[in-house]
């Protein structure tokens, strides 16, 4: 099989430098070349996670010398698949213009800025007869795995509630880390971090995107594909983020026929503070993921139970190895980078900001035609 010709199309997400570093390190790939999308207004930092500090750091690590167009790359270069990392809120064009190509996509999540958007994406994806996946950095992490696989095995009982939190003190903020780099962000001014798509709300920034769409893919991935979410529950607000317009602590609660699920988001706490997974509450005890990435079950009365064995899939490893994996032998992706995942995941994210801003309870959208 010839080698699956990759490109990269934007910078302004961080996780930019651990997908370089995925597609790199597989066998299977070739990375042609990059191209960013210019912000809709100019940053005034280039520190550390940055999109300046992402080109900078990916042209001098794999010798490729930026394209100023992605459009002409696109032409030039002919790639197989473009991995996008632009803002949320561009994300159908990019795609658009992929799909005109015949070039597939794979998306950082989320999906898109909206739901009306992500379904914009999907029809694209369909007239032009083009693969697309989503990438979700927690999909590749095999303790998540083995939690669902102890909640599938019922075991426990049947799920009543499911609860995630997460967060950190912003992408851009104190003591941020991301993978791909080893180094914390540096020290910036508000102003700086105003500067950048991620403190605005038209571009997709603030916590519900960046971090309560974890809790609306928790949410569903835990749960059936007939067991669909009905209404929302939403609050949100900026405590501590006075340059941004949008929230920095958000949150949301999804009722189901038979359960509800329960999801935080925060830019104003260190990561480390927090879970590191989600918590399956069950009619005969919980799951749960230890501080140490272990996961733990105990019954009802307290007492803690043995897991049954479970053997991670070798495919499960990052979206690079995924994608390769699947095209070599012919298989399809994993339900949870697939679109149709996606867009009832966006749906959930959609009635989220929508119940936030009425202060009421909104209904989930589940009809996609």
């Known amino acids: 099989m010839k080698k699956i010709k990759a490109v990269i199309i934007g910078f302004a997400h961080m996780h930019v430098n651990e997908i370089a570093q995925y597609i790199s390190e597989q066998p299977d790939f070739e990375l042609l070349g990059f191209a960013d999308v210019p912000p809709e ?9 940055t999109r300046a500090w992402n080109i900078k750091n990916n042209s001098e690590k794999y010798h ?10 696109l032409d030039e270069l002919k790639p197989d698949i473009a991995f996008i990392l632009c803002e949320n809120n561009i994300k159908p064009w990019i795609v658009l213009e992929c799909a005109k190509r015949g070039v597939n996509v794979s998306i950082e999540k989320p999906m898109a800025i909206t739901l009306e958007k992500a379904l914009e994406i999907k029809n694209t994806v369909e007239k032009y007869n083009i693969e697309a996946i989503v990438n979700w950095p927690v999909i590749w992490r095999p303790y998540i795995h ?31 880390k991301h993978r791909g780099v080893t180094e914390k962000a540096q020290e910036m001014t508000d102003d700086e971090r105003a500067s950048t798509w991620w403190y605005k709300k038209n571009t997709g920034g603030g916590a519900f ?39 920095d602590n958000v949150a949301g609660i999804i009722e189901y026929k038979n359960s509800f699920g329960v999801y935080e988001g925060t830019w ?25 990435k272990e996961i733990k ?12 064995e479970y053997e991670i899939p070798e495919h499960i490893l990052n979206i690079a190895d995924h994608y390769a994996y699947c095209k070599c032998n012919n298989l399809p992706f994993i339900k ?8 009832r995941v ?20 589940n009809d996609f035609r």
């Open 41 to 49: 207004a100019p940053e005034i930092t280039a520190a550390r996670y």
């Open 64 to 73: 490729i010398t930026p394209h100023t167009n992605f459009i002409k790359m």
């Open 146 to 176: 083995k939690q669902l696989a102890v909640l599938e095995s019922g075991i426990l009982g049947s799920l009543v509630k499911s609860f995630y939190i997460n967060g950190h003190t912003g992408p851009l903020g104190k003591g941020a």
């Open 209 to 247: 995107l960046d971090i309560g769409c974890y809790g609306c893919f928790f949410s569903t991935w835990a749960r059936k594909d007939d067991d669909f979410p009905l209404f929302v529950s939403a609050s949100a607000g900026n405590y501590n983020t006075p340059y941004m317009d949008a929230p």
């Open 268 to 292: 104003t706490v260190p990561q480390a503070s927090l879970p590191s997974g989600p918590i399956y509450n069950c009619t005969e005890g919980v799951i749960y993921c230890t501080s140490n």
């Open 297 to 308: 079950a105990m019954n009802i009365y307290g007492d803690e139970i043995k897991l049954p």
């Open 336 to 343: 949870t980078v697939t679109l149709d995942y996606n867009i």
């Open 346 to 365: 966006m749906a959930l994210l959609d009635a989220s900001i929508k119940s936030a801003e009425s202060g009421k309870k909104e209904q989930v959208c």
